[in-house]
């Protein structure tokens, strides 16, 4: 079965940035959309971006758009969301997903566990 | 884009059924088959458990089924047991090819 496991969140100051990791195995990474979900403290699922298996598309919600870039490297199975100029709102455990023809296409059928970003001075 | 309008809880007694809606709008639920429905329990990441509205994965429960009406799409649980008892989150692709979640729905087993 397919694993996921992102790395790279940490304590950041307000207006920090950090680049977060997501590592792919027992899975066809090359082949699938791939995207960044995050959650609050105590809050709802939001999803941030994606990213096209090949990495010629890329897409953002609202808040997040000018400040984090996502990319991915198949050749190394991995996904990264580069997150700048960080707010206080920032705050979430960060997941990477997968969608596949598990969840036809359009569902997040594999997550990660996540990686906690916490924004504070 | 705003987020998909869930009932913030839900309850039930065992063996009873729930359903949980997911209001959007013709930009998203009520403009593509493409809602999914996800279980998240506490300290953990979420679970998928329906895709393209009515589709349940293998190995998921057929206790669980979805539908859609117009801009609402709903979940709901059958012979409702205590696992269930979890938050649970829809989401959408939108016309903006994006994707927006629900606002989360905590069900109670009473």
């Known amino acids: 079965e397919a694993q996921l496991v992102e790395s790279g969140g940490g304590l950041v100051q307000p207006g920090g940035s950090l680049r977060l990791s997501c590592a792919a195995s027992?899975?066809?990474?090359?082949?699938?959309?791939m995207s960044w979900v995050r959650q609050a403290p105590g809050k709802g699922l939001e999803w941030v971006a994606n990213?096209?298996?090949?990495?010629?598309?890329?897409n953002y919600v609202d808040s997040v758009r000018g400040r984090f870039t996502i990319s991915r490297d198949n050749a190394k199975n991995s996904l990264y969301l580069q997150v700048n100029s960080l707010r206080a709102e920032d705050t979430a455990m960060y997941y990477c997903?997968?969608?596949?023809?598990?969840?036809?296409?359009?569902?997040?059928?594999?997550w990660g566990q996540g990686t906690l970003v916490t924004v504070s001075s | 884009q705003s987020a998909l309008t869930q009932p913030a809880s839900v309850s039930g007694s065992p063996g009873q059924s729930i359903t949980i809606s997911c209001t959007g709008t013709?930009?998203?639920?009520?403009?593509?088959?493409?809602v999914s429905w996800y279980q998240q329990h506490p300290g953990k990441a979420p679970k998928f458990m329906i895709y393209?509205?009515?589709n349940r994965p293998s190995g998921v429960s057929n206790r669980f089924s979805g539908s859609k009406s117009g801009n609402t799409a709903s979940l709901t649980i059958s012979g409702l047991q205590a696992e269930d008892e979890a938050d649970y989150y829809c989401s959408s692709f939108t016309s903006s090819d994006t994707y927006v979640f629900g606002t989360g729905t905590k069900v109670t087993v009473l």
């Open positions: 027992e899975f066809s990474f090359s082949n699938y959309w």
């Open positions: 990213i096209k298996d090949d990495g010629s598309t890329k």
């Open positions: 013709s930009s998203d639920v009520g403009g593509y088959n493409y």
């Open positions: 393209d509205v009515s």
């Open positions: 997903a997968s969608t596949t023809y598990r969840g036809g296409w359009y569902a997040f059928d594999y």
